[in-house]
């Protein structure tokens, strides 16, 4: 056995469970970004990787490994969905709005990242007027993701008055709540107005103030502040405790109208004169910020007229009513066994409901062309499972968007099974739950998830473009991972712990034969080991490998 050591990028472990995400309007520059932040980026820089002291195993120095293991049958009934709705835009959220802004960094390869969309559209849609969310397809702004130094997708951002308040990787549907209605209650604060009127009889009612020795000179100071401050918000609120803090008290404020403040807006610009500039007398960014204006305009109209595009048309489904009478099957389920039973139930006239996310299964997270399946050629895991939805729901099958939390087959037929909102009984029950992936268990993988260790080799693999990658295991997945990954990487090297693949003959070939795929037979992981970065998370660097001859 002899010691080797590999520089490469840094570390990766990417199983196979993924799942699917519409796609939505999103922040498509850099600078479109700081516009709607009002603040400038700046790039970190990560810790130095610690010097290798290993003499005995194989070290992959700064290398990020795609790992793709057996998938194992899920234990659990655990699936959860909430329908989807369309967010609304946003302005000068720092200056002049105080909303919070909540930031999605995905991919449209992501599974994961389509698994958590729902959830962030039905969230925009919940805090409508009090927060805003935008999204950053990393595939396309590069610029931005790079330099808020985005490793795992999806990764979520919270801003508050510009100042980034929180930060965290994964399809979370409950962080992502709790930091919506944490910033949204926050921010309540700033949505206040001060009036000309109040300002007066503020600076009237103040001791030992030069302003209140007459109404003119109160009037004049409160005309300075309001010409200041602008129309209320974040400025108005601030403006209210230096006042407290000079005077010991501040004045009267009242609650902000924004819809009174857009009517006005508006009114004023239809009666002014025209102020945008001929085509041909105008610079190139005059062009690029009057597209952009009118691109955001017309999203709000379709929005408001319920023709928004901003996302991919879901398919239309039934969905459940709740019902005294016991079902007669009961499918637990989304991915391709669960549909098809659902159709060929319905098809039967048994009126099945599907009680599953409608992110689907694994297959809606595939990152590569569906090759295996009888008549279908050039299609996606995400197109076939919205194929399979509508097939469904036309033959009569109903849909139930939640997550399972109990099922009771102790008392006989009919069963029950628990959701949280709903209890349903039945005579059958049709378990497709699917497959998960089986993480390896040596040192340092879950303390490095999101940091370097993640599950979707197609959800974060276009972040290390142009970088060496390692992907672990011996199956089809593995394949297709490696396969995927060597799109954009410069070097995939495939670990295995046997001395030939377990995977399809057309696939390992395929991998064997590719010029940018390196294969190191008879390797296993020892451990994981990384740093933090300069804002204190962790990050993986490396990866202790042992050859087994």
């Not at 090759?371 to 399979?388: H, L, R």
């Not at 090297?493 to 034969?513: C, G, N, P, Y």
Request: charged share 25%; aromatic share 8%; proline share 4%.
């Amino acid at each position: 056995m002899i010691p080797t050591k590999f520089s490469l990028t840094i570390l990766l472990l990417a199983l196979t469970s993924t799942l699917s995400r519409p796609l939505v309007r999103e922040v498509r520059t850099d600078r479109e970004f700081q516009r709607l932040l009002k603040v400038s980026i700046t790039t970190h820089k990560h810790s130095s990787a610690p010097k290798n002291s290993i003499s005995n195993p194989f070290y992959y120095q700064n290398t990020f490994f795609f790992f793709s293991l057996f998938p194992k049958l899920l234990n659990s009934c655990s699936v959860k969905l909430t329908k989807l709705s369309s967010y609304h835009h946003y302005q000068h959220h720092k200056t002049e709005t105080g909303l919070p802004v909540i930031v999605d960094y995905y991919s449209n390869g992501c599974g994961p990242c389509r698994q958590i969309a729902p959830h962030f559209k039905k969230l925009a849609k919940q805090y409508k007027g009090r927060a805003v969310f935008a999204k950053v397809n990393v595939d396309t702004n590069r610029e931005t993701s790079g330099k808020q130094q985005i490793r795992s997708m999806p990764t979520f951002q919270a801003y508050l008055l510009g100042k980034k308040r929180t930060q965290f990787s994964g399809a979370d549907v409950n962080q992502l709540n709790s930091i919506a209605q944490s910033l949204s209650r926050e921010s309540q604060k700033y949505q206040i107005e001060i009036t000309e009127d109040t300002l007066k009889e503020y600076y009237l009612g103040v001791k030992d103030c030069p302003h209140s020795e007459s109404e003119d000179k109160a009037k004049a100071q409160a005309n300075k502040i309001l010409e200041k401050t602008g129309s209320g918000g974040p400025a108005h609120y601030k403006m209210v405790q230096r006042l407290k803090k000079k005077y010991g008290k501040g004045p009267k404020t009242v609650k902000r109208d924004n819809t009174k403040k857009a009517a006005k807006k508006s009114k004023k610009k239809k009666a002014g004169k025209a102020t945008k500039p001929n085509l041909h007398l105008a610079t190139m960014d005059q062009l690029l910020s009057e597209l952009e204006v009118r691109k955001e305009k017309l999203e709000e109209e379709k929005e408001a007229n319920g023709t928004s595009t901003d996302d991919e048309d879901e398919a239309a489904v039934a969905q459940y009513v709740a019902s005294a009478h016991a079902e007669r099957v009961l499918i637990i389920g989304a991915g391709p066994a669960g549909l098809a039973a659902a159709v060929y139930a319905a098809r039967a006239g048994l009126k099945p409901v599907v009680i599953a996310p409608i992110e689907g299964g694994q297959l809606q997270g595939k990152g590569v062309l569906v090759e295996n399946f009888p008549g279908v050629a050039g299609s996606t895991g995400p197109s076939i499972v919205f194929d399979m939805r509508k097939q469904a729901a036309s033959f009569g099958t109903r849909f139930l968007e939640e997550k399972v939390t109990n099922v009771n087959i102790q008392n006989g037929t009919p069963f029950t099974i628990s959701t949280k909102s709903h209890t349903i009984t039945g005579h059958t029950i049709i378990l497709a739950t699917g497959a998960d992936s089986r993480w390896l268990g040596v040192e340092g993988e879950y303390m490095y998830r999101g940091g370097g260790v993640s599950s979707c080799a197609t959800c974060d693999g276009f972040l290390f473009r142009d970088k060496p990658v390692v992907v672990i295991g011996g199956g089809d997945t593995a394949m297709e991972d490696a396969l995927v990954l060597a799109r954009t990487s410069s070097v995939v090297t495939v670990l295995h712990r046997r001395d030939s693949f377990r995977a399809s003959h057309i696939l390992a070939k395929r991998v064997l034969e590719h010029p940018n795929i390196k294969v190191r037979w008879n390797t296993t992981v020892v451990s994981f080991e990384g740093t933090n970065t300069t804002d204190g998370e962790p990050i993986l660097i490396s990866v202790k490998v042992l050859d087994k001859k």
